[in-house]
């Protein structure tokens, strides 16, 4: 992983006080039920790929679009998301926990990187991938 985006993460989540990287042993969990559940693989780079995608959104090099986009995929999410930090490398991956309103600030103050969300519902999840797209996922189309 990247050590000097993860630090640079560490200080805008610090400095905003918007959210903490959870443990190793819990984004361990978190990773290895999300993959159970909708399938992943995540031997692979790019876990989404060669998947039943629900839907694809692409946003190019426009930040309003990227921005507009991420806020309306985030409405079908909890208020407490997770962040996991993926940015081209294969896993484990390091997973930060924040409230959903702030993640859009959070991530317009760092820059550009690959990540997915999902929440402790895992019921829905989100990838920003290298190609400046998201793609999403839905296991259920009925939350309960």
Known sequence: MD??????????????GRGCFVSDEKAAQLIRDLAAKFSFDIS?????????????YEYGDDREKWKDTLLN????????????????VFYPWQILSCRKQGAVELLEQLP?????????????VVFDTHDNFFVDFIQSWIRI
């Open 44 to 56: 692979k780079l790019f876990i989404w790929a060669n998947k039943n995608l629900h839907g694809i």
């Open 3 to 16: 050590k000097d985006l993860l630090k640079e993460i560490q200080s805008v989540v610090v400095d905003n």
């Open 112 to 124: 550009p990187f690959e990540y997915f969300i999902f929440d402790s519902s895992l019921q829905y």
């Open 73 to 88: 995929l985030l409405d079908r999410f909890d208020e407490d998301i997770f962040i996991a930090v993926s940015n081209e």
